[in-house]
Antibody, heavy 120, light 108 residues
Framework: QVQLQESGPRLVEPSGTLSLTCAVS?????????WSWVRQAPGNGLQWIGH???????NYNPSLKSRVTITIDRSKNQFSLTLTSVTVADTAVYFC?????????????WGQGALVTVSA | EIVLTQSPGALSLSPGERATLSCRAS???????LTWYQQRPGQAPRLLIY???RRATGIPDRFSGSGSGTDFTLTISRLEPEDFAVYYC?????????FGPGTKVDIK
C-alpha cells in the first residue's frame, strides 16, 4: 500500500521560507509518476502548487511559480517543497500526492496533510 | 488557464436523495483528464471518478460521472450518511491543472 507522509516546520515567520518533505513508502519515487503538492487554505478549496517528474522536470502553478521549488531525492524516496517569501496568505494545509498521468490523470494517494501557519 | 466552476456551491439534501453536482470549464477539457474527489472534514481528498466517468477502485456504484467538452456532472444516486462532504472537480491540461471551488453536500 502506497503511503505519503508530510513533515517539516509547522510555523513559519512572514517573509521566511516554508519547507516541507514528503516521504513515500510502498512505491518507488522513480516510477513513472508525478509527485505533487496541493494546498488548502482554512475554509477554502484546493490549489495545485506544482509537481515533479522522476527526471526532475517540474511544472508549477503560474501564480506561485516565482516562489516555488520542488525537488526530488531518489536516494531517500522523498520529494520536497520550498516556498519563499511567505505571507499570512500562505497559511494552509499542504498535501503531497502521487499524480498519475497517462491515459487518465488523477491524484492518489494523498498524504494526510500538514497545517503550516505563517505568523510572527 | 482553464477555470472550473462548480454549482451549486452548497446542496442540502436528506439521506436517500439524489445529488447532482455540476462542473463547468472555461474551455474544452479533455474528458480523460477530468477527475472528481470527495473530501470529508479533516481528511485529505479521496479519488472518486477519473476520466469523467470511471469509478476509482472501491468507489460504490451510487457514484457516477458523465459529461464532455465543458460540462461535467457527478451524480450520487442515493445519499448515504458518509457521502455528506465536499466534492471537487479537477482537470489536467498538459503542464498545468486546476480544481473547481467545490460543492458542499450537507444534511438537510
Amino acid at each position: 500500500q502506497v503511503q505519503l507522509q508530510e513533515s517539516g516546520p509547522r510555523l513559519v515567520e512572514p517573509s521566511g521560507t516554508l519547507s516541507l518533505t514528503c516521504a513515500v513508502s510502498g512505491d518507488s519515487i522513480i516510477n513513472t509518476h508525478y509527485w505533487s503538492w496541493v494546498r488548502q487554505a482554512p475554509g477554502n478549496g484546493l490549489q495545485w502548487i506544482g509537481h515533479i517528474y522522476l527526471t526532475g522536470k517540474t511544472n508549477y502553478n503560474p501564480s506561485l511559480k516565482s516562489r516555488v521549488t520542488i525537488t526530488i531525492d531518489r536516494s531517500k524516496n522523498q520529494f520536497s517543497l520550498t516556498l519563499t517569501s511567505v505571507t499570512v496568505a500562505d497559511t494552509a494545509v499542504y498535501f503531497c500526492a502521487r499524480m498519475l498521468v497517462g491515459a487518465y490523470s488523477w491524484f492518489d494517494p494523498w498524504g494526510q496533510g500538514a497545517l503550516v501557519t505563517v505568523s510572527a | 488557464e482553464i477555470v472550473l466552476t462548480q454549482s451549486p456551491g452548497a446542496l442540502s439534501l436528506s439521506p436517500g436523495e439524489r445529488a447532482t453536482l455540476s462542473c463547468r470549464a472555461s474551455q474544452t477539457v479533455i474528458s480523460d483528464y477530468l477527475t472528481w474527489y470527495q473530501q470529508r472534514p479533516g481528511q485529505a481528498p479521496r479519488l472518486l471518478i477519473y476520466g469523467a466517468s470511471r469509478r476509482a477502485t472501491g468507489i460504490p456504484d451510487r457514484f457516477s460521472g458523465s459529461g464532455s467538452g465543458t460540462d461535467f456532472t457527478l451524480t450520487i444516486s442515493r445519499l448515504e450518511p458518509e457521502d455528506f462532504a465536499v466534492y471537487y472537480c479537477q482537470q489536467y491540461d498538459t503542464s498545468t491543472l486546476t480544481f473547481g471551488p467545490g460543492t458542499k453536500v450537507d444534511i438537510k
